[in-house]
């Protein structure tokens, strides 16, 4: 295998789509890989998506985990919470309810991942459809600034911010890692993230 | 209303009496309309000389007092009168004229005046009158009597009748005859003085009379004399009118003479300008300047200065000798003697011409002046903007040439492309030569890197495997880079060729003027810039300044035989070009003979190097094709032939990779993670992508994409099946996944339905049943419902009974089931390769699945053993402890 690993971009950035059900997780996502609006809605399970980009000429690769956003069980969610590196939380701006569920899923996430400063973004969807608007802005950016995140408004119809959203957030994850493995040279503590750091150095 | 009123007022004015007048009314209109305003009026006409009699019908006015006469007959058209009744008196009558009038008298007493007057005037006046019926005897009887007339007419009515010679006195003659009155006072008293002064008066009045008469005798006379006197005078005048006459009538025929004579002078005058004109202009046509005579004869061929001379000379002799003259006037024994001096002139100077130009070629043929130096990293093709820009000089002589000799001018021709030829086909041969050089030195770099990371690249057969080699080796920027880096070298060396030819044939198009001369020679620098775009080097703005240069100082020319042709747009001088292809083309064949062949074997060998470069090959000639075929040159032609086989190429590329794709072996030994081909396959797209974007040919590479998905697609299959060590299921879930990811847009719905139906498959496969005693028994249950049995009495069947439940039960308590997934969970994580990130998909899978499993029991047993109090050992909330366990885990 090792050939195929040589062949990926030695950065992988995980990056999962949580919210509430049809905030447009998905729509977003497929914006994103395949610059492709879908009108019917279907509701994902889920879905890792893989794509090669090019983050401040650096090339990377980025790993997108759509997931359910109609979920019986929360405690589902736990695994691939664990597996995140980097969260969009959406929202719809039009439906009240979905913005109140952010509230859980900040929760169950920083439970999961125990780290207060995991990179996170606060994405209010549908801002196409401002005349819907149930969420106003001002909402929602106190919420960001409680939990010290940004908050970004997109459209996955018309692609506005979509780029932005992925791109800041894996910014963000890299920046983290970068702060990780400075502190891991110094002090090789933490088993757990010495495989991806490698990938980092190499 | 009185009748002296009526009468002042009304009848006086016209010089009528008024006889009779009886207020009426109109019989059958309303009686009850006011009786005095319609008045009947019989009034006598005094003024015409047969004494009319009218019958007026006269009505007051609507305003004021005044009357108007409304309706007028005459007596004489009165028919009949009807008075009604003779023996009862009634105050109805009829007038008929020219139709009936019915009256209504005031009473009877005025009906019976006016018919009595009627009568009377009718017997009066009238020769044929009216008829009179249904009137009392006594009213006419009475009055038959003319005597009983008077005397009635005296007594009744105050209207004297009187004779024929009767006159009214006027006011005037009533007031002298009451000033007369009143001046002899003594009339009265004394008659007989009376009469003795007014006979004497008489007298005294004749005297005078007779006197004035007297008086007026000698202006008669005077008047006379008057009268004759103008009667002489206008004589006179006449007389003297007809003398003019006769004078002016001789002028006009003087003058008309004149006109004549004049008319003949302005003919004679027109004649004469015009011979002289016409003599102006044969001499003009036919005279040649001294200055061209001596260009022709001896004018230095090989200075520019001399050429344009020559050019200008040959241009005005041409003109010269092809002057439009009368066919007559060619008789003129100095018209044919200059001809024959024009045509001596022409021939010596052409075959100067032909000889110097014949040197000429052969001289450019054979200098191959520049010893063609290869460099390495330098594709050459010389230009020979010298030759055309030394040639391009006599364009004119040689169109001159071609009007006046067309034989000797083709022979010039063919000279020409002999010796040209020569150059061409040698410089082409080595343009290629140092062209495949080039193409082995752009691969070699990249080969030596290539060979020092992987040893199994160089002598590679397929380029299948040359394109995995280099993707594995460096990332897939080196195969980019070199192939685009061939690929723009490719592109240049087509474009140097491209231009050589194209300067070539526009040379060809100038010098030998295929073009008919008709046409718009002009267009060709015009359409130049086109296929050159912004590349065009130095030396062919050289070419093209002095085709400029050349052009301007021939525009006049070309102006005065062009007219608005220059105007016409693109489009048409294409089209136009078209017809004149075969002139061209031929002579292009004839100067480029091996050009095609060299192209063929270029093409060869660059196959040959790497099939991978027919993708280039492809997007470059066609694009290199499509800029020649407006041109209809014959580059246009070779290249398009070209562009088949380089197609052919490209298509047997894309079987070898086919065949690759099929023929692939994977190794038994290792964890099967994304097939190899799988990654080559998107190695290719991205760069087939990156080389045709923007590409018209991307048709046929679509085709290409489509086979070779539905060999991978199926392929794919072969390859799960083949493996022993890995699950098919994963196999096929892991590369179709990739698929998914970085297919292309149309095949990818398909891939990631199959990836779909594939992860469905695995996640039941393997998650099987970990409560495997359980699920058996639920089955069972689950088939006694579905064959007719009561849920709640499943429980009293003896293999179905709560002591089995809870036996099965006990065999999973929930430590158990825990161990048993997470074992699953390592299983997953063994089995699926890292490269797609499955892990967490197909493990959420799993979670959802096992949920549903958990619930389903659960709804069994509720149903089936509704009172039992039996649940199974683990709860829903201890299953999602168990999962968050294990995602802690990690």
């Not at chain 2, 004779?163 to 006195?169: C, N």
């Not at chain 2, 008293?189 to 008489?202: G, R, W, Y």
Request: glycine content about 4%.
């Amino acid at each position: 295998m090792s050939k195929a690993k040589a062949q990926q971009p030695a950065v992988i950035h995980k990056v999962i789509m949580v919210g509430s059900g049809g905030v447009g997780k998905s729509a977003l996502t497929l914006q994103f890989m395949y610059d492709e609006f879908i009108e019917d809605y279907e509701p994902t399970k889920a879905d890792s998506y893989r794509k090669k980009v090019v983050l401040d000429g650096e090339e990377v690769q980025i790993d997108i985990l759509d997931t359910a956003g109609q979920e019986d069980y929360a405690a589902i969610r736990d695994n691939y919470f664990r597996s995140g590196e980097g969260f969009l939380c959406v929202f719809s701006i039009k439906e009240q309810e979905s913005f109140q569920a952010t509230q859980d899923f900040r929760e169950q996430i920083l439970r999961v991942k125990n780290d207060e400063n995991i990179p996170f973004l606060l994405v209010g969807n549908m801002a196409d459809l401002a005349e819907q608007r149930q969420v106003s802005e001002d909402e929602a950016l106190k919420r960001a600034q409680e939990w010290k995140v940004n908050y970004v408004e997109t459209s996955a119809k018309t692609r506005a911010n979509v780029d932005k959203v992925f791109y800041d957030l894996m910014r963000e994850i890299r920046s983290r890692k970068m702060e990780a493995s400075r502190q891991s040279n110094g002090k090789q503590k933490k088993k757990r993230d010495t495989k991806k750091m490698k990938c980092v150095v190499l | 209303m009185s009748k002296q009123h009526l009468q002042q007022t009304l009848f006086l004015p016209n010089d009528e009496r008024l006889i009779t007048m009886i207020p009426v009314s109109k019989m059958p209109r309303k009686t009850n309309l006011k009786k005095r305003s319609n008045l009947l009026c019989s009034v006598l006409n005094t003024m015409e000389s047969p004494v009319k009699v009218y019958i007026y019908h006269v009505k007051k006015s609507d305003r004021g007092d005044g009357h108007k006469k409304k309706m007028a007959w005459l007596l004489r058209d009165l028919r009949t009168v009807d008075g009604k009744n003779a023996e009862k008196p009634t105050a109805e009558f009829d007038l008929l004229f020219e139709r009936v009038y019915k009256w209504m008298a005031s009473s009877v007493e005025d009906k019976e005046t006016f018919i009595s007057s009627l009568w009377r005037l009718s017997h009066r006046f009238l020769i044929q009158k009216p008829e009179f019926l249904n009137i009392p005897e006594r009213l006419l009887e009475d009055i038959k009597d003319p005597h009983m007339l008077r005397e009635k007419s005296q007594s009744v009515d105050d209207i004297s009748i009187e004779g024929d010679d009767y006159q009214a006195l006027s006011a005037k003659e009533e007031s002298d005859l009451e000033l007369l009155m009143s001046e002899c006072q003594v009339a009265i008293s004394n008659a007989e003085v009376f009469t003795e002064q007014l006979s004497k008066q008489l007298s005294v009045l004749d005297g005078a009379n007779i006197h004035s008469i007297m008086g007026s005798e000698d202006q008669v006379l005077n008047l006379m004399r008057l009268l004759d006197d103008g009667i002489r005078e206008a004589e006179q005048i006449e007389s003297k009118l007809d003398s003019y006459d006769n004078i002016l009538a001789s002028v006009k025929e003087q003058m008309e003479v004149m006109r004549d004579k004049d008319t003949l002078l302005t003919v004679r005058n027109r004649n004469h300008q015009r011979l002289l004109e016409e003599l102006e202009n044969l001499q003009k046509k036919l005279d040649l300047d001294l200055k061209y005579m001596q260009a022709l004869m001896d004018g230095d061929l090989t200075t520019s200065q001399g050429i344009k001379e020559c050019t200008e000379a040959a241009q005005a002799l041409y003109q010269c000798m092809n002057a439009d003259i009368h066919p007559s006037l060619c008789k003129l024994g100095a018209v044919e003697e200059q001809q024959k001096y024009f045509k001596k002139l022409l021939a010596s100077f052409s075959k100067r011409l032909i000889h110097h130009l014949n040197n000429l070629f052969i001289h450019h043929g054979n200098e191959m002046g520049e010893t063609l130096s290869r460099y390495a990293g330098d594709i050459r093709m010389p230009q020979h903007s010298n030759i055309h820009k030394d040639l391009v000089i006599y364009a004119d002589l040689m169109l001159w040439l071609k009007k006046v000799d067309e034989s000797v001018f083709h022979e010039l021709s063919s000279v020409y492309m002999g010796s040209i030829k020569k150059l061409y086909t040698r410089e082409i041969s080595d343009f290629m030569e140092s062209a495949k050089q080039k193409l082995v030195t752009a691969k070699d770099p990249k080969g030596k890197l290539g060979a020092s990371t992987l040893p199994r690249l160089t002598g590679s057969s397929t380029s299948l495997t040359k394109i995995e080699a280099r993707g594995r080796s460096g990332s897939s920027h080196s195969v980019d880079s070199t192939g685009l880096k061939y690929g723009s070298e490719m592109d240049i060396a087509m474009r140097k060729l491209e231009r050589v030819c194209i300067a070539e044939q526009d040379f060809c198009f100038k010098f030998f003027h295929l073009i008919d001369k008709n046409q718009p020679s002009e267009e060709n620098p015009h359409r130049e810039p086109g296929p050159h775009g912004e590349s065009a080097t130095e030396a062919e703005q050289e070419v093209w300044v002095a085709k400029q240069t050349y052009s301007t100082a021939d525009s006049e020319y070309i102006t005065e035989n062009l007219g608005e042709g220059l105007m016409q747009k693109r489009a048409t001088v294409t089209n136009r070009m078209r017809q004149i292809n075969n002139q061209v083309r031929e002579m292009m064949a004839k100067l480029f003979p091996q050009l095609e062949d060299d192209l063929d074997t270029f093409l060869t060998h660059a196959d040959r190097q790497d099939g991978m470069y027919s993708m280039y090959m492809l997007v470059r000639m066609s694009q290199h094709v499509i800029n020649n075929q407006d041109m209809g040159s014959y580059l246009g032609k070779t290249f398009g032939n070209c562009l088949i086989k380089v197609k052919r190429n490209f298509d047997k590329y894309i079987d070898t990779m086919m065949q690759a794709v099929r023929e692939t072996k994977v190794s038994k030994k290792t964890r099967c993670g994304i097939i190899s081909f799988v990654h080559n396959f998107e190695d290719f797209t991205n760069l087939a992508e990156a080389i045709f974007r923007g590409s018209d040919r991307h048709a046929d590479l679509d085709k290409a994409y489509t086979k070779l998905v539905g060999v991978v697609f199926e392929q794919i299959v072969r390859v799960a099946n083949e493996h022993q060590k890995t699950p098919k299921e994963v196999v096929l879930m892991a590369t179709l996944s990739h698929l998914k990811n970085t297919c292309l847009e149309n095949d990818r719905k398909e891939a990631r339905q199959r990836y779909t139906e594939n992860l469905k498959a695995y996640t039941v496969n393997l998650l099987g049943r970990p409560l495997e005693k359980l699920h058996i028994f639920f089955e069972g249950v689950e088939a006694r419902i579905s064959a007719g049995v009561k849920p709640e009495e499943v429980g009293y069947q003896l293999a179905f009974s709560k002591q089995e439940l809870r036996k099965v039960i006990k065999e999973y308590p929930g430590k158990e089931v825990k161990k048993n997934l997470e074992h699953l969970n390592k299983k997953v994580e063994k089995q699926l390769c890292e490269e797609e990130n499955l892990i967490q998909v197909v493990w959420h899978e799993m979670q959802d699945l096992f949920i549903n499993q958990y619930k389903y029991y659960d709804d069994l047993m509720c149903r089936c053993y509704p009172d039992s109090n039996i649940t199974l050992d683990f709860t829903i909330d201890d299953v999602l402890q168990y999962f968050s366990d294990i995602a802690q885990a990690h």
